[in-house]
Nanobody, 129 residues
């Protein structure tokens, strides 16, 4: 069974930065770094939406971002430590949400929630104006 734990959320003023981390444990995959990983978020009263994704080793670590975070957020991973990061800069109140990390069984990335069988519990990010 795979467990994903997010950390790094909190409250910040508009224009500020936060770095989220997602640590994987209880891995059943063949090797570290072999799985596509993603970040999603859910704001109050809204559906969960795709934020960013990073491919596994066999996908060359390819990244993809939602249009609304391009140029502001950066996804990265440390395969040796089995941690994925989301560096969030120039935050604005619209970024307020619970942020979830998710893992795939394959190396490729996906922007669809259906492509991720493993999910963390989420970490709250609140941006005030």
């Amino acid at each position: 069974q795979v467990q994903l734990i997010e950390s790094g959320g909190g409250s910040v003023q508009a224009g500020g930065s936060l770095r989220l981390s997602c640590t994987a444990s209880g891995r059943s995959f063949e090797s570290s770094g072999s799985n596509g990983l993603g970040w999603f978020r859910q704001a109050p009263g809204k559906e969960r939406e795709f934020v960013a994704a990073i491919g596994g080793t066999w996908s060359g670590g390819v990244t993809k971002y939602a249009d609304f975070v391009k140029g502001r957020f950066t996804v990265s991973r440390d395969n040796a430590k089995e941690i994925m990061y989301l560096q969030m800069n120039s935050l604005n109140p619209d970024d307020t949400a619970v942020y979830y990390c998710a893992a795939r069984r394959v190396s490729s990335i996906s922007t669809s929630q259906a492509g991720y069988p493993y999910w963390g519990q989420g970490t709250q990010v609140t941006v005030s104006s």
